[in-house]
DNA sequence: ACCTGAACACCGTTCAAGT
DNA sequence: ACCTGAACACCGTTCAAGT
């Protein structure tokens, strides 16, 4: 695990290969498949072990505090390591909702008093949102770091104002 | 290009291999690279054409209601090809805003009167939420297909209410 | 201009065999 | 239990050579 994020952060995810992390690890590929069933489940202990490292306290009261809190966890945790984002949201996208934070935001709109309906609606917007701004993000960082491109795009700041237009709605919405 | 939209909607996108083309073209491999100068640029090209084969005349005239037209025929585009929305956010994640509805969505913003940096954080807030949305529901779709989940995804009422959230955060700063 | 044939440098995964 | 060695069935891409 500690190998294949460093290689991840070295090298970035077109290089973590089956083949590669053997040799880092100084093995045969096929003695990886001892300690796991196929590529697609180490990718995904890599995800949930990017996220794990990146866990913060709690601090806010206020569940759209709270909300706005978890989503800085998950963008900070997920711009960490190289090609982080997508290695989070890919294997997001093959465990639906399994992977950590989606919970706590969840958890956070429940206490929000929203109605059952709006907590899934709400979480799942909020996640798309991090998600897509932190994986434009970090390519476009990626990007003009290797001089591919000028410009910077949006940080902490414009994410926020992402988040506080659906938190707007669903304050909107809050006992309605 | 045809063969190319063929392939992905019978095989996937995994299937869409430059080899396999290749083999459905009745050709071999390395005749492709006369036509394109790599993989990227082919899966951009049919990126490009599924949105173009999507295209719908707009109706609307309220700013904020052809905001929502140009997500439904986002969303609409991307789900009438197998393994549709991964192709075109993939696409837009190398080519940064070049494709097609961004640019769309970016002048539905601008009419409503918004402050030029609200048009951009909008416009990318509902980008992320249409392609957020669109990979979810066409991975869950696929799975429930293949019978792999028992579960449905939210259809086009859930899509829309998470457009309304934002939609309502932004309407709430219109002159703002 | 467009294509073939052959090669290069890789992949993920399986499986008998070893210790 | 954990690993090796060897193989299988693939990849994307390049490049000299043909028409």
């Known amino acids: 695990m500690d190998r294949a994020i460093a290689v991840l952060d070295e090298y970035g995810l077109e290089s973590l290969t089956m083949r590669r ?4 690890l100084g093995v045969q ?4 498949y001892h300690h796991v069933p196929n590529k697609q489940t180490l990718l995904t202990a890599v995800a949930e072990e990017i ?3 990146g866990r913060r306290p709690r601090r806010a009261g206020e569940w759209d505090r709270r909300a706005v809190e978890v989503c800085h966890e998950l963008r ?13 949201v890919t294997a997001y996208s093959f465990g639906l909702g399994t992977v950590g934070p989606a919970g706590e935001l969840r958890e956070a709109l429940r206490d929000g008093g929203l109605p059952d309906d709006l907590v899934g609606v709400g979480t ?15 390519t476009a960082l990626q990007a003009a770091s290797a001089g591919a491109i000028d410009w910077t795009p949006g940080g902490p700041a414009d994410f926020e104002r ?5 938190l707007d709605g669903l304050r909107s919405r809050v006992g309605g």
């Open 76 to 88: 900070d945790a997920m711009l960490a390591y190289r090609d982080g984002a997508e290695v989070v």
């Open 21 to 24: 992390l053997a040799t880092d």
């Open 162 to 166: 992402g988040l506080e237009l659906v």
């Open 124 to 138: 799942r917007a909020l996640l798309h949102l991090v998600f897509g701004h932190t994986v434009e993000e970090q």
């Open 51 to 53: 996220l794990a490292r």
């Open 29 to 32: 590929p096929s003695a990886l």
